[in-house]
């Protein structure tokens, strides 16, 4: 990658490996598997294969909101796919998300398994299963679904958009950094609007909007991603903040951001989950490590 202004593009583009930065062991233009690896199947009618990044926490926090409801259906086996390792690539994974992306869930509880791909469309399946979290009043369903979608376009922008070019990317390139840091302000501007006149995103109560934005820009605004909050001065936007700390002070968000997830202290590290039990031993060595 050249952050030199006279790169000419070629007339074709060609894959130079070594171009990749951080992740060129496992960017490729081409899909599909590249080795055999079967997956794990629990005891749970569902079995997530995941990772705890902002689109992981997605589906965890839902899982874990149906739960909190009482819904026992909802229980689920939560199996850790790293993706820095390429596992995403294995053949048992690719048939569930041929796009080879976490999260990916299967649904067992019927008599034909039930395949899941994408957060937006895992967030859906399961409100839609469990009969929560979706108004089913016409309007405020349409409201709901509008920020989901808003979230599934926007996060692009600020993960592999400006997450990439100002944390991961080899070259800072100014250029980019400035196009995207802009794109992820006018954003947060977008939300502060909207939770100026709501108090959740889709309206007075909380839904799978919420818990599909939170993940990327709670974090943000809390200080939690690409070290990048006195860069955005994410301070100012107040409506957002107390936003992101409400929907952060539910229990159930909380266990739901530790399931899967590999980054920050130990004690908030929960690597599998298949039993609600897990948390407890979880917080029982944050305990232990504090003695």
């Given amino acids: 990658m050249s952050g030199s202004s006279d790169y ?113 469309a895992i967030l859906t399946y399961l409100a839609e299963k469990f009969g929560t979290f979706l108004p089913t009043v016409p309007a405020a369903r349409a409201e709901c679904l509008s920020w989901l979608f808003w979230q599934m376009g926007s996060a692009p922008y600020l993960g592999g958009g400006f997450g990439h070019f100002y944390a991961y990317a080899p070259t800072k390139i100014e250029y980019a950094i400035d196009r995207f840091a802009m794109e992820v302000k006018r954003q947060l501007d977008v939300l502060d609007r909207r939770l100026a006149e709501s108090e959740y995103l889709a309206g007075s109560q909380y839904t799978i909007a919420d818990i599909a934005v939170w993940p990327w820009y709670g974090g943000l605004v809390k200080g939690w991603t690409y070290g990048a909050a006195e860069f955005l001065r994410v301070e100012d936007y107040k409506n957002v903040q107390r936003w992101a700390d409400a929907v952060f002070s539910r229990p159930a968000v909380q266990r739901g951001r530790m399931v899967n997830r590999l980054s920050g202290d130990l004690s908030s590290q929960l690597h599998e989950r298949h039993d609600a039990s897990d948390f407890d031993t979880r917080t029982q060595d944050k305990l232990a490590a504090a003695e």
Avoid at 40 to 61: A, C, D, E, F
Avoid at 69 to 77: F, I, P, T
């Fill in 8 to 120: 000419i593009p070629p007339k074709v583009w060609t894959w130079n490996k070594a171009n990749g930065g951080q992740f060129a062991s496992i960017n490729r233009p081409i899909a599909g598997p590249t080795h055999e690896k079967e997956l794990p199947i629990g005891r749970h009618p569902l079995q997530l294969y995941s990772l705890g990044t902002p689109n992981g926490q997605k589906v965890t926090i839902m899982l874990e909101e149906l739960l909190a409801l009482g819904h026992s259906g909802a229980e689920y086996d939560a199996w850790l796919i790293r993706i820095g390792d390429g596992d995403q690539f294995g053949s048992d994974f690719v048939k569930i998300n041929p796009n080879s992306k976490i999260p990916a869930l299967m649904d067992r509880s019927g008599e034909t398994p039930i395949r899941v791909f994408e957060s937006g």
